[in-house]
């Protein structure tokens, strides 16, 4: 649901971005807006993942209810310092920096979302921000968990940790967290698409 | 947003009743990365045409990294006593 590689898909971006750039591309590509029909293609599939997976709701009568907490305490850690962020970027309001964290490393979904939204500069701003979480936390969990205890990969994870981040989740921080990460993950994937339209209207 | 509801529903009713249909969730999950990908080449078309952005990119990034960061650090921060409280005490899990 995921990124696949995040050097394939920085490679991928400025790929279309050279050819939007020395504008190699039929006019008709450009003003169509292929990418949302891209997102809503992947937010069907996002839907048939949920569906098909039983198990998210079993995890949470069998953790109890603490389990729900993770994914909230990783919207409320999230807003808080991103909001926090646009006190220190002078051309950032509140509601964009609300915004760009609120897609919890989501950089795909988020990106088109906020571009749509709020224009291409804030969209690329969500890529970047998002993917950089992705790729911190693919490479700092073991020394998060070490240091903050092992719900740190999972929460710097934010929606990756269903997918993508997984793997360095479950080494940093142990089988038993993996159950967590995959919830947790997938809470903050199905919030993405509905929480970055509300912030920016904030 | 209504569309996103809309869509999700309709994907959520679909893999309830793909559920069982494993070769099928196992192409569809082969298939998801080309969407991304089609999803980021199209996004970066529409970036790449836009001038503005590409004449202020140095101070996007530096943008983006602070709200990265400081989202990233506040989650992990609230993490810490999640863990203490409510995870730590129940022995293994």
């Not at chain 1, 450009?30 to 949920?50: D, K, M, N, P, R």
């Not at chain 1, 970027?89 to 571009?115: E, H, K, N, T």
């Not at chain 1, 701003?125 to 936390?137: D, Q």
């Amino acid at each position: 649901m995921h990124g696949k590689n995040s050097i394939i898909v920085v490679g991928v971006f400025l790929f279309g971005f050279l050819i939007g750039r020395y504008s190699l591309v039929p006019s008709w590509v450009a003003q169509s807006h292929l990418e949302l029909w891209a997102l809503y293609l992947l937010i069907f599939t996002v839907g048939i993942g949920i569906g098909a997976n039983t198990d998210a709701l079993k995890v949470v009568k069998r953790m109890h209810a603490r389990i729900i907490l993770v994914p909230a305490a990783v919207i409320a850690g999230t807003l808080l310092g991103s909001g926090l962020a646009s006190v220190l970027l002078p051309g950032i309001s509140l509601r964009q920096s609300l915004a760009v964290g609120g897609g919890f490393g989501y950089y795909s979904l988020s990106s088109v979302i906020i571009s749509r939204i709020e224009g291409e500069t804030l969209g690329l701003i969500a890529l970047m921000s998002n993917l950089m979480r992705e790729i911190v936390t693919l490479f700092l969990s073991g020394p998060l968990a070490a240091l903050f205890g092992p719900l740190a990969p999972v929460a710097a994870g934010g929606a990756t940790a269903m997918d993508t981040t997984l793997p360095v989740i479950v080494r940093a921080s142990g089988k038993e967290y993996a159950v967590v990460a995959v919830f947790s993950g997938m809470v903050l994937t199905v919030l993405v698409p509905f929480v970055v339209p509300l912030l920016l209207r904030v | 947003m209504l569309y996103v509801t809309i869509i999700l529903v309709a994907g959520v009713a679909v893999g309830i009743v793909v559920r069982k249909k494993r070769t099928f969730l196992y192409t569809l999950e082969k298939f998801v990365p080309w969407i991304v990908f089609a999803l980021l080449f199209f996004l970066g078309v529409s970036v790449g045409l836009n001038e503005g952005v590409t004449r202020s990119f140095s101070r996007l990034g530096l943008q983006a990294f602070v709200i990265s960061a400081a989202g990233t650090a506040g989650s992990i921060c609230l993490s810490v006593p999640l863990y203490r409280f409510l995870f730590r005490q129940k022995g293994r899990m």
